[in-house]
């Protein structure tokens, strides 16, 4: 008994370090993924990106908050253009429900399927209750030059905030 309580604090410490020393941070290479787009195809970030890339992560469609930021994203979305940044979102909602959402929302980017969150996990977006509000921007060369976890999921980075750290980073 004591042996495999030892064996379960043992695991735990160990998430805890990969928590918190393994994070990825600014400058780091961004994680590779290849994830059903809602066009139903198979979406590799390292072949699509042709410049920088805004990926979104966010907790899952027709929710409050992810209608109202993907749609501030949306009526913004020459900004961001303009900035050279493409935008992908990111949910753990499958293909289906994210090609109704982008129809329903005329959302102009490309939406990701992340059901079991192996891509939200690798980008320490992903938590007790499934994906995390979160933003990377990510360049040509696949290094992250920002990112940004909301510590709470009813929080989400402002147009106005992101257009002007993109100006700074790029």
Same mark, same amino acid.
């Given at each position: ?26 400058? &780091? ?8 787009? @809602?066009?139903?195809? =198979? !979406?590799? *970030?390292? #072949?699509?990106?042709? /410049? ?41 909602? &499958? ?8 129809? @329903?929302?005329?959302? =102009? !980017?490309? *939406?990701? #399927?992340?059901?079991? /969150? ?53």
């Amino acid at each position: 008994m004591a042996f495999y309580f030892g064996l379960k604090q043992l695991k735990y410490a160990l998430l805890v370090y990969i928590e918190i020393f393994m994070a990825l941070d600014t400058g &780091d290479k961004a994680p590779d993924f290849s994830l059903i787009a @809602d066009n139903g195809k =198979p !979406f590799k *970030l390292s #072949s699509k990106l042709k /410049g920088n890339a805004l990926l979104v992560f966010y907790p899952g469609d027709d929710l409050p908050v992810c209608k109202q930021q993907l749609s501030d994203y949306r009526d913004s979305y020459s900004d961001f253009s303009d900035l050279g940044v493409e935008v992908i979102a990111i949910s753990s909602d &499958d293909a289906g429900t994210i090609k109704a959402f982008k129809k @329903d929302h005329d959302l =102009p !980017f490309t *939406l990701l #399927s992340d059901v079991d /969150g192996e891509v939200s996990k690798q980008y320490d977006s992903f938590g007790w209750f499934g994906v995390k509000r979160s933003v990377f921007l990510v360049d040509k060369d696949m290094e992250i030059k920002y990112k940004h976890i909301e510590s709470v999921s009813i929080y989400s980075r402002s147009v106005e905030e992101l257009t002007e750290m993109i100006k700074r980073k790029v």
